[in-house]
């Protein structure tokens, strides 16, 4: 058992020794060798992916491209790193740099991950309530495959129920629901891209308003004066008008 327990442990840890890179399908990538290499005499520097090297390079600089990757990689003399053109799904995989001499050096292993634009998700409103003025919603939120249900107030939000996976070491999107800004936020995303889809916690909690606010009364109070005083005027005005008429013509 302890044996078993043992071995994982090693695969675990010679796998982690090549750098996992996360890259947009349709995009280019660049893969950099972090070290100087330097070829000796008949020394072959290779980037292998599967069995296929897809360039080689002697040690008087001659370089050779695999016909399946004409036009799709562009190599560097100076610095032995690769560039591959519009990443596609079946490009995942690892890619290794090697010197092949007396024997065969392995100098740096990529694991290149594929992954494709998230969708937006989905966000609806499963409940609200306010309870002691304080703002109850539920709300569900879609991805493509998944999906988690969250209970928020105008502060934050937790999950209900459910596991919630490790966001960082998963490859299969995430989604995370948060509060901010005055929204509810699901944000649905992968290593490479990310959309969101948000509520206004406004419009699920209304503000039972009650008590109408300070300034409200003497605004008013001075229209009321105004109005007021704009009627003593105008009746002072006519009179005036009727006495001066009767003084002229009486
Ligand atoms: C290697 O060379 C390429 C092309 O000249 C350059 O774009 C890239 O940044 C270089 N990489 C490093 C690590 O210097
Ligand atoms: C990936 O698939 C395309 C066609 O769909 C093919 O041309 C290409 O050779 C494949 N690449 C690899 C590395 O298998
Ligand atoms: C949330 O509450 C408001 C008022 O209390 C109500 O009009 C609205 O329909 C509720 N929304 C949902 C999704 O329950
Ligand atoms: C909010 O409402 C949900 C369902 O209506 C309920 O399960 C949950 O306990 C409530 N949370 C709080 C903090 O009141
Ligand atoms: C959330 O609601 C509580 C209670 O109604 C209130 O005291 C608090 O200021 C509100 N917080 C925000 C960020 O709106
Ligand atoms: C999502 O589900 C589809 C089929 O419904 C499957 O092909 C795809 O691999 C799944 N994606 C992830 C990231 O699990
Ligand atoms: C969504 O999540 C991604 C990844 O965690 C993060 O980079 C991005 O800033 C988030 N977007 C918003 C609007 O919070």
């Excluded at 695969?11 to 982690?16: F, L, P, Q, V």
């Excluded at 995430?174 to 995303?189: D, F, M, Q, R």
């Excluded at 490479?192 to 509520?199: D, L, P, Q, Y």
């Amino acid at each position: 058992m302890s044996l078993l327990l043992g071995f994982g442990l090693l695969t675990c840890i010679a796998s982690s020794e090549s750098s996992s890179v996360f890259v947009l399908k349709g995009q280019d990538v660049r893969l950099d060798v972090q070290e100087n290499v330097e070829l000796k005499e008949l020394e072959v520097f290779k980037w292998i992916f599967r069995s296929t090297n897809i360039v080689r390079c002697t040690d008087t600089l001659t370089v050779r491209v695999s016909p399946e990757y004409n036009n799709r990689v562009e190599f560097s003399e100076g610095n032995f790193s690769l560039l591959l053109k519009n990443i596609q799904q079946n490009d995942s995989g690892p890619y290794i740099a090697v010197v092949n001499g007396d024997k065969e050096k392995t100098i740096i292993e990529y694991l290149l991950i594929v992954q494709e634009r998230v969708e937006p998700p989905v966000l609806t409103v499963n409940s609200n309530s306010t309870i002691n003025d304080i703002c109850n919603v539920t709300v569900t939120c879609r991805g493509q495959n998944t999906s988690v249900t969250s209970s928020c107030n105008n502060r934050t939000c937790s999950q209900v129920g459910g596991e919630s996976r490790g966001a960082e070491t998963s490859t299969v999107p995430l989604l995370s629901v948060y509060v901010a800004g005055g929204s509810i936020i699901c944000n649905h995303s992968n290593q490479v891209s990310w959309a969101i889809n948000t509520k206004e916690i406004v419009e699920l909690c209304p503000l039972k308003s009650v008590s109408p606010p300070a300034g409200s009364m003497s605004v008013c109070m001075l229209k009321i004066i105004l109005q007021s005083v704009g009627l003593v005027i105008l009746i002072a005005a006519v009179i005036t008008v009727h006495i001066r008429d009767r003084f002229r013509y009486g």
